[in-house]
């Protein structure tokens, strides 16, 4: 190769980029590689670009037939024509020269394709040319899933696609180059795995425990609601029942003063009752006079009030019963 790249008066630089660009491109001819490298003035990306899109069947964003052709400012394209004939070798010493570079020339090339040849049959040379690079990729990643998984999201795409996203979107690009081939290509992949599944792990793990502390309030929330309405429900049920009651009491006043007689006129057998209630009001009402003889019952059970008896609850009064006066001759 170092023969070849001083014939071709290359420096190390531009041969590394002429690798590169066969590497990426799978173009075998160095000479093409070469000259598309002169016609993008030696930028690798600009080139490679271009080849990528050519084979896509996209039309070429660096190189138009309105661009003027770029001006090379390279030694290697740069060649001096005269019109003087060749001169041959002169004499002996000339001759000897020829023939010995003759030789040399016709042994090196020699070698060097039988060199090839065998080498050829040693290494599997997995460089092709790309002819469907949108399906290579899915392919990969395909494949790349089955025998790695779980992985980084790969982008599905071409290499032209992706730095145009990235291009427009601002974005960083990370290319990852994988061969079979390479000694470290299993490490890698396997402790990239166990990192994404240790990753992935923690995230879980994280995330169960941030749920739990959530569901944790939303319990504590669920029976703090729960309290609150057994509470309220119980004061409701408190003021339920002390207007039942008041109504009760509003009800039995009005069933007892429809139970009572037309109040007589005043005068003679009629008795004027002035009664005073707790709160202060007063009540006067005219009662016929008492009989002779009579009791004093109760309505429901019926019972006959004992006389005489020193309190009411001696007598056997509850809380809101009514009261009898009858007639025991009538």
């Known amino acids: 190769m170092d023969l070849e790249d001083n014939a071709m008066g290359l420096s190390q630089e531009q041969t590394d980029k002429i690798l590169q660009f066969q590497d990426l491109t799978g173009i075998d001819d160095m000479s093409i590689c070469r000259d598309v490298l002169q016609r993008h003035q030696w930028d690798l990306e600009v ?5 990528l899109n050519i084979r896509e069947g996209r039309p070429s964003v660096f190189a138009t037939e309105a661009r003027a052709p770029p001006v090379v400012h390279d030694h290697i394209a ?15 010493r000339g001759l000897l020269s020829y023939v010995v570079n003759l030789v ?17 049959f040693l290494r599997n040379d997995d460089r092709r040319l790309v002819t469907d690079p949108l399906g290579d990729v899915m392919n990969f990643i395909n494949s790349y899933s089955a025998k790695y998984n779980p992985h980084p999201v790969f982008y599905q795409g071409t290499y032209a696609q992706a730095l145009n996203d990235a291009k427009n979107e601002l974005r960083f690009l990370i290319v990852y180059l994988h061969s079979e081939s390479a000694t470290e290509t299993q490490n890698f992949c396997r402790v990239e795995r166990e990192v994404n599944q240790r990753l992935r792990l923690s995230q879980d793990e994280a995330y169960a425990e941030s749920l739990a502390a959530d569901q944790e309030k939303e319990r504590r929330r669920a029976a703090e609601r729960c309290l609150q309405q057994q509470r309220d429900d119980a004061v409701q049920q408190l003021k339920q029942q002390e207007e039942r009651r008041k109504q009760d009491v509003v ?14 006129a005043p005068g003679a057998g009629t008795l004027a009752l002035l009664i005073r209630l707790p709160c ?15 009791e004093i ?3 429901f059970p019926k019972r006959v009030l004992a006389r005489g008896a020193g309190s009411i609850l001696d007598v056997g009064l509850q809380d809101r019963d009514v009261l009898f006066v009858n007639d025991v001759n009538a």
């Open 78 to 92: 740069q060649h001096v024509f005269t019109d003087e004939p060749p001169e041959g070798p002169g004499g002996m």
């Open 280 to 294: 202060g009001e007063r009540l006067t009402r005219s009662h016929p006079q008492s009989p002779e003889e009579f």
């Open 251 to 264: 009800e039995a006043r009005a069933q007892t003063a429809a139970r009572l007689p037309p109040e007589p």
């Open 47 to 51: 080139a490679i670009q271009e080849q």
């Open 297 to 299: 019952t109760t309505n």
């Open 104 to 120: 040399v020339s016709v042994c090196y090339n020699t070698f060097s394709s039988v060199f090839n040849l065998l080498l050829s």
